[in-house]
């Protein structure tokens, strides 16, 4: 497969014009629906909270998850020749974009594996989206998750909590 990164930017600003904060995903999924046919993903659905899940192949399972909530604000969304700019092009519909272009890839070069590529709901507010897929039995024997860490491997975030 030849990417053309021009035409991928492009992709990506569609999606980062898309004003997505949490509860209001779903603006999302009928262009995600179209950029995962046009790169040949066998099936895709929404399911009962909103996450986009996308799939192909039969074998061992691995998912590939990014999240499609912005935190709310709505900025400007551009591309200046040679980067996106906007909310979500990187936390998170960069990644979400950059693993749906993965597992096509894939595709292509790698047999006896089930590509998942989902795009999950309200993780900027408090994670639904990742323990409804986990409630409901969602199996995968590799996870991949595309969030922002300045180009580290992460395994775990630090975070606090300030009650009075």
């Given at each position: 497969m030849l990417v053309d990164v021009d035409e991928i930017a492009e992709l990506l600003l569609k999606l980062v014009k898309i004003y997505t904060p949490s509860g209001r995903e779903s603006e999302l999924h009928d262009i995600l629906s179209e950029i995962v046919e046009e790169f040949g993903y066998?099936?895709?659905?929404?399911?009962?909270i909103g996450n986009f899940i996308a799939s192909y192949g039969d074998g061992i399972p691995i998912l590939l998850a990014?999240?499609?909530?912005?935190v709310p604000g709505k900025?400007?969304?551009?591309f200046d020749g040679?980067?996106?700019y906007g909310r979500g092009a990187v936390d998170a519909k960069g990644p979400l974009l950059s693993y749906i272009l993965a597992g096509a890839i894939a595709m292509e070069r790698v047999e006896?594996?089930?590509?998942?590529?989902?795009?999950?709901v309200r993780e900027e507010v408090d994670g639904l989206g990742a323990r409804h897929l986990i409630?409901?039995?969602f199996k995968a024997d590799h996870i991949?998750?595309?969030e922002p860490t300045n180009l580290g491997?992460?395994?775990?975030y630090r975070g606090s909590v300030t009650c009075r």
């Open positions: 066998e099936e895709r659905y929404v399911d009962g990014s999240h499609i909530d912005t900025l400007d969304a551009y040679e980067r996106v006896g594996l089930k590509i998942y590529v989902a795009g999950l409630e409901n039995g991949l998750i595309g491997i992460a395994i775990a």
